[in-house]
């Protein structure tokens, strides 16, 4: 591993008791996957979190995260590191910056995707990470399934070799479940891309991505051809997966109608990027009415693609 990138894990677990400190949010990502779910098999240097109440307001999200933002920076440069707060484009504090020396850790709230779809767990750093960086900590974090359903979403919409890193170890470890499948739904259903483009997207090349951004985080050695065969099997393969149910929702969430019936999580629609996806659907289907039948029509087609399993 490379030991810039052990360094920055380093400062990494010195931010998090500060991070977590309250119940406001819930780890998610490579992070909560490779330092907490399994057992290192990369580094990981971001931290990012999910605002665990799906119920409050976009007004009253903002405000806490923002609180806790600068609670953070507070406490961090007490301690020695140089903090930085980031903005979204209307101003609202969403990130936070950490350096010491030359290593830098970023802190990030989705401020969209708000809420879970399944109950937290609370899991210890990892016994291999233990060891390496002596230390132990425990962290909030996602449901194993929705970590593997957002990360399913992220692998093929960025398709960079850390998320496709993190699906080859999934693959490795068991496969793709029936509970991440629906995971996967839901957060396919509160994306900002069309339905139909995350799951038949364009191949990106990433080579550039492997050699800057992924090189030295693995523990055992992989190549970049790995990661396009674990690239082509999950665009290959995952849309086969999906239950006559979950197709169902997705067409009708692309209507601007969605049956949530068909979904096991009661709390579904009340899920504020959901509902934001639905209510720029419907402001489309006003405003450019050809534009809205094509995307549903992309989606049938991809999905039509992927019913040979069912």
């Not at 806790?68 to 507070?74: K, L, P, T």
């Not at 990030?108 to 900590?137: I, K, M, S, Y």
């Not at 239950?243 to 068909?262: C, I, K, M, T, Y």
């Not at 959901?274 to 489309?284: E, H, Y």
Request: proline share 5%; hydrophobic share 45%.
């Amino acid at each position: 591993m490379n030991p810039d990138y052990v360094q920055t894990v380093r400062l990494l677990l010195a931010v998090v008791p500060e991070v977590f400190q309250g119940d406001h949010f819930a780890l998610k990502g490579g992070t909560a996957l490779n330092l907490f779910l399994r057992d290192m098999p990369r580094l990981s240097v971001d931290l990012d979190l999910v605002v665990r109440d799906h119920m409050l307001t976009r007004e009253a999200a903002f405000a806490m995260i923002s609180g806790q933002m600068e609670r953070m920076q507070a406490a961090l440069l007490k301690s020695g590191c140089v903090c930085e707060i980031g903005a979204t484009r209307d101003g609202n504090e969403v990130k936070l910056f950490v350096q010491r020396g030359r290593h830098r850790v970023k802190v990030e709230v989705n401020h969209v995707f708000r809420g879970t779809v399944l109950p937290v767990e609370t899991r210890p750093l990892a016994p291999r990470a233990q060891a390496l960086f002596q230390t132990g900590l425990a962290v909030p974090v996602l449901h194993t399934a929705e970590l593997y359903g957002s990360k399913l979403v992220a692998a093929m919409d960025r398709q960079h070799p850390r998320d496709l890193f993190d699906v080859l170890s999934l693959y490795q470890e068991g496969g793709i479940t029936s509970e991440m499948i629906e995971c996967f739904v839901c957060y396919l259903a509160g994306h900002n891309r069309p339905v139909h483009e995350v799951l038949s997207g364009n191949r990106l090349n990433i080579e550039p991505a492997f050699v800057n951004e992924f090189a030295g985080m693995a523990a055992d050695t992989v190549a970049l051809p790995e990661l396009l065969a674990v690239r082509e099997k999950l665009f290959t393969e995952l849309p086969y997966h999906l239950s006559h149910e979950q197709r169902q929702f997705l067409l009708g969430l692309v209507h601007a109608e969605p049956d949530w019936s068909l979904m096991k999580q009661p709390h579904l629609s009340a899920m504020p990027a959901i509902a934001w996806k639905l209510t720029n659907l419907r402001q489309l289907k006003k405003s450019n009415p050809k534009k809205f039948q094509a995307q549903a029509e992309a989606l049938e087609r991809v999905l039509e693609g992927g019913r040979m399993s069912r």
